[in-house]
């Protein structure tokens, strides 16, 4: 019984703590969970929480911001393209949003998995969708 107690403490400082900035500066990396959704945690580069069916990259110069996101299957991402030159997003499928500077391209995905992309135009520009 007093595990119980100290694990729903534990989650409702978890809670408490949660949470977003919309205005808060975009890393490009990140662990994945909670991008997307809502409460906080929206497509603003925000991390916590379970995956959710969505999830949004913004497409920088020479980054994807979050690196990596986590989505449930049936469930789609869709890039924001915020440039000052050309970027893609290019897929090991083949799958590509084509060069854009502007504007946004969405991928679904049916499938459990991982899968990594990357803009063909600039080496070392990469990212990755998990799908559970």
Avoid: E
């Avoid at 499928?93 to 060069?99: F, K, L, V």
Wanted: charged share 10%; proline share 2%.
């Amino acid at each position: 019984m007093h595990n119980a107690r100290r694990l729903l403490l534990a989650l409702l400082v978890v809670a408490a703590c949660g949470g977003g900035d919309a205005t808060a500066p975009k890393t490009q990396s990140g662990d994945g969970y909670g991008t997307g959704g809502t409460g906080g945690t929206g497509g603003t580069g925000g991390t916590g929480g379970a995956p959710t069916l969505s999830a949004s990259v913004t497409i920088g110069d020479n980054m994807f911001s979050p690196g990596s996101v986590t989505i449930l299957k049936g469930g789609s991402v869709t890039f924001t393209f915020s440039t000052a030159t050309g970027h893609n997003v290019t897929f090991d499928d083949n799958s590509s949003s084509g060069t854009q500077m502007g504007g946004s391209w969405q991928k679904s995905f049916s499938n459990a998995g991982t899968y990594n992309y990357q803009c063909s135009i600039h080496y070392g520009m990469t990212g990755t969708v998990i799908v559970q």
